[in-house]
């Protein structure tokens, strides 16, 4: 059974850093694209990373360039999402999302096949 268990989450302050993990089990994920999307209360969910398999490639979604910071374990079947420097707006339910297709549409929510729970971020100001 394919599973994707975020952690990490919790209550952060503004200016602050928290880092969420994602570990993947069921089968291997070292080839996959592996991305991080957040869904704030009445919004729809949106983009915030994504990390080729290698690590090679990364992309991120411009509300959080230069705070946070995608990485991978391939040993550990494990992604992280570094975020510093948190705003209140970041403020949501972040999820990670999984995928064996290419490097394409990365920060379309359509094109992950697994997903986790999500973990609860919450930013005071």
């Known amino acids: 059974q394919v599973q994707l268990v975020e952690s990490g989450g919790g209550l952060g302050q503004a200016g602050g850093s928290l880092r969420l993990s994602c570990a993947a089990s069921?089968?291997?994920?070292?080839?996959?694209?592996m991305g991080w999307f957040r869904q704030a209360p009445g919004k729809d969910r949106e983009f915030v990373a994504a990390i080729s398999g290698t690590g090679g490639n990364t992309y991120y979604a411009d509300s959080v360039k230069g705070r946070f910071t995608i990485s991978r374990d391939n040993a550990k079947n494990t992604v992280y999402l570094q975020m510093n420097s948190l705003k209140p707006e970041d403020t949501a339910v972040y999820y990670c999302a999984a995928d064996p297709r290419l490097w394409i549409g990365v920060r379309e929510a359509r094109t992950y096949d697994y997903w986790g729970q999500g973990t609860q971020v919450t930013v005071s100001s």
């Open positions: 069921g089968r291997t994920f070292s080839n996959d694209r």
